[in-house]
């Protein structure tokens, strides 16, 4: 059943869980994920980005998880992930997402709050949840310094500040994930996810967390974040087993003898995930 992310993260903030918000761009995908969630009894957020939008088409994506939504009982929320301007959030607004991030992390503050607010009075207008970013993610290496640290991670006072004068229902910080494919190990920034979790009291969401290792997701998820988004591992996941098959069978031609398996592969790891952040059997 599709609703809004408001309604699946104000829960999983009140009970200290998160839920997995996965990124698919084709069927298979999707079907993966939603089986998984049902079999789990677990609420999940199936994401776009903008890379998937303009791959797959707005409308092909909004008719497949309308349709497939409506034939799971879990709460299934549709979620637009790094809308890039105010343009993008808007069509998939009037398209059919029951959540959106505008992610204006690039820009100054003032400019991040402007942007979140124009969304969050459009999307609130219309029943449908905001998720924005402070601070900033990418290329995060072991030996990152503390200078560097400050000026990237999200600064505690600033994200006060920033859900006080945007409005968004819910906030990705920077403590320390990247995207993508880490090349040394990540550290993440759990004193600061403790404070800025104190200040907000509201749902935090952690980026980049394909590669983080088991102990450093449950202490994330124990300290207050309540959505994790993977997309990489779901992609490897895919990717590896279509090789697999390929490299074994050589004459096949038929393609669902060869993607069939990888679904299989990414609605294992997508129950996995689920269960590590704790939302199995809070549906
Ligand atoms: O955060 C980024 C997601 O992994 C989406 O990546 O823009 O290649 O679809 P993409
Ligand atoms: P990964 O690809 O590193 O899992 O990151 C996913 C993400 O943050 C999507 O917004
Ligand atoms: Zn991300």
Redesign the pocket.
Known sequence: MLVTGKEILDHAHKNGYAVG?F?FVNMEMLQAILSAAEEEKAPVFV?T?EGALSYAGVGMLSAMVHQLASEVSVPVALHL??GGSFETAVKCIRNGWSSV?IDGSHHPLEGNIEVSRRVVDVAHASGVSVEAELGR?GGIEDNICVDEKDAMYTNPAEAKQFVTESGVDYLAIAIG?????YKGVPKLDFDRLSTIKQDLNMPLV??????VDEESIKKAVSLGINKI???????CAYTDRLRAYLAEDTEVYDLRKYIGPSREDVKAKVIEKIRLFGSNGKA
């Not at 994930?177 to 494919?181: C, F, L, M, N």
């Open positions: 918000a990124n994401q980005s992930d790094h991030m993610l994930t990247a995207h993508g494919k952690l980026h980049g967390a394909s590669g988004n993977i997309d990489t591992e779901l992609r």
